[in-house]
C-alpha cells in the first residue's frame, strides 16, 4: 500500500479542489510513493498523535485539522506544531488533513451534525458550483421546539456539557442551519436562509445580540466536528478492510478545550 492510495480515497469523497483558498488540505508531510503500512486517523496533528501512530506501527496519520495552515519561519521542538513536525520526519510518519474539503460535501462536517439531530429536507446552505457542495446545512427539526426545547436537545444529542447561546426564542423553531467548526462569518447567510437557529462554533461576544425571530449557538469548535473522524476511517475501511487503520484511543481526550463546572 502507498501513501497515495489513501490519499485517492479521502479525495474521491473530498477532493482537494474544493478547499477554500487559504487552507492547507491535503498532503503536508511525505509522498505520495512512500510505503505505508498502517493509518491512524484524528482530529489534530499533535505529537501525542504521531507517538500513538509509531506505537500502534502506523507510517501515516490523518486529521481534520492541517497541521501546517501557513508559512512557518522556524521549526521549535518547544512548539507543539514543531514538535509534531519534527517527530512526524523522524519517524517517517505521513501527514494527511481534509479540512474545508470536508467541510464542503454534505457527507462530511455539516451534514454530520444535521444527522445526528435527525434534520429533514436538508440541503446546502451556502451551495457552491452546481449546488452538490458548499459549507453548512439547512434542515427542519424533527419537530417544532421552542429556544429552550432546541437547548435540551441539542445538548443531549451532541452529548454537551455546556452551550453558549443568545436569549432562547420562545415562539417555536422548525428551521435550523448548521456549519461545523469557525462558522460566525456566515451568521447572515443562515439568516438569509431563513434559518430561526444556527448552530456553529467560535462566535465572539457581539453575535449573540441577534434580531428578533433568531437565535445562535456555540456548541464548541471539536464538539461540532469531531464526528468527521469516524467518516474518515469509514471511507478508508470501506476501500480497505483489511488495511490496518485504526482511530485514535484518545480521541475523546484531545480537545484542547477544557471546561470547569461546579
Not at 519534527?86 to 451534525?113: C, E, L, N, P
Request: net charge negative.
Amino acid at each position: 500500500m502507498k501513501v497515495g492510495d489513501i490519499t485517492a480515497v479521502l479525495e474521491a469523497f473530498a477532493p482537494l479542489r474544493i478547499q477554500e483558498s487559504w487552507d492547507n488540505s491535503g498532503l503536508i508531510i511525505g509522498s505520495p510513493e512512500d510505503e505505508v503500512h498502517g493509518v491512524l486517523v484524528g482530529f489534530d496533528c499533535t505529537p501525542a498523535l504521531i507517538e500513538e501512530a509509531v506505537e500502534k506501527g502506523c507510517d501515516m496519520v490523518v486529521t481534520h485539522h492541517p497541521l501546517i495552515f501557513k508559512g512557518i519561519r522556524r521549526i521549535d521542538s518547544k512548539d507543539p506544531v514543531g514538535a509534531a513536525i519534527m517527530q512526524a520526519i523522524r519517524k517517517g510518519v505521513a501527514v494527511y488533513a481534509a479540512h474545508t474539503t470536508a467541510d464542503k460535501v454534505i457527507a462530511g462536517v455539516s451534514g454530520a451534525m444535521a444527522r445526528r439531530l435527525q434534520l429533514k429536507n436538508v440541503t446546502i446552505m451556502v451551495p457552491e458550483e452546481d449546488g452538490t457542495i458548499g459549507l453548512g446545512c439547512l434542515g427542519e427539526l424533527p419537530r417544532p421546539m421552542t429556544g429552550t426545547e432546541a437547548l435540551r436537545y441539542v445538548q443531549e444529542k451532541f452529548g454537551l456539557k455546556v452551550i453558549k447561546s443568545s436569549k432562547p426564542l420562545e415562539k417555536t423553531i422548525t428551521k435550523v442551519a448548521l456549519l461545523g467548526g469557525s462558522g460566525q462569518g456566515e451568521i447572515p447567510q443562515a439568516q438569509a436562509k431563513g434559518a430561526q437557529l444556527y448552530i456553529t462554533a467560535d462566535i465572539s461576544y457581539h453575535n449573540f445580540f441577534t434580531p428578533e425571530g433568531f437565535m445562535v449557538m456555540d456548541v464548541g469548535h471539536f464538539e461540532s466536528e469531531v464526528e468527521i473522524v469516524d467518516i474518515f476511517l469509514e471511507e478508508i475501511r470501506k476501500k480497505f478492510p483489511t488495511f490496518a487503520s485504526y482511530k485514535s484511543s484518545a480521541l475523546d481526550r484531545s480537545n484542547p478545550v477544557h471546561y470547569f463546572v461546579m
